[in-house]
């Protein structure tokens, strides 16, 4: 059984997908901009919604900090920026690959 956990690395705009300690899959990310930064910090996955419609793209995952999720997108060119309100942005293909693997519960790390 898999121990996996999630560090989005926001200086390098990647999410890791770590079982135990050692990287199982890299994916890119958008991120919140200046004023509307991703928060810091230690958070889990506390829900997961299939087509939530508008900008989330295909899935979206709500971090534990309310408001806050990894989810997919409508506008793939925002994958690498500085773009969102604060949530993790990723490719819808992605989002859908790393959502079958970490159930609820998962643990993730936002450093900056």
């Known amino acids: 059984m898999p121990n996996y956990r999630i560090i989005v690395d926001l200086s390098d705009r990647q999410l890791y997908l770590l079982d135990g300690n050692i990287v199982v899959r890299a994916y890119p990310v958008g991120i919140g901009r ?3 930064q991703t928060p810091h910090g230690e958070f ?3 829900n997961k919604q299939p087509h939530p419609g508008g900008p989330f793209g ?3 995952m709500g971090l534990s900090k309310p408001s806050y999720g990894i989810h997919g997108t409508n506008d793939p060119s925002s994958i690498g920026g ?3 309100h604060g949530c993790i942005r990723m490719y819808n293909q ?4 790393l959502q079958s693997l970490v159930p609820i ?4 790390t936002i450093r900056p």
């Open 94 to 97: 992605d989002v859908l690959e």
């Open 58 to 60: 295909a899935f979206w």
């Open 105 to 108: 519960g998962t643990r993730v």
């Open 44 to 46: 889990t996955i506390i």
């Open 82 to 84: 500085e773009v969102s």
């Open 34 to 36: 200046m004023v509307t």
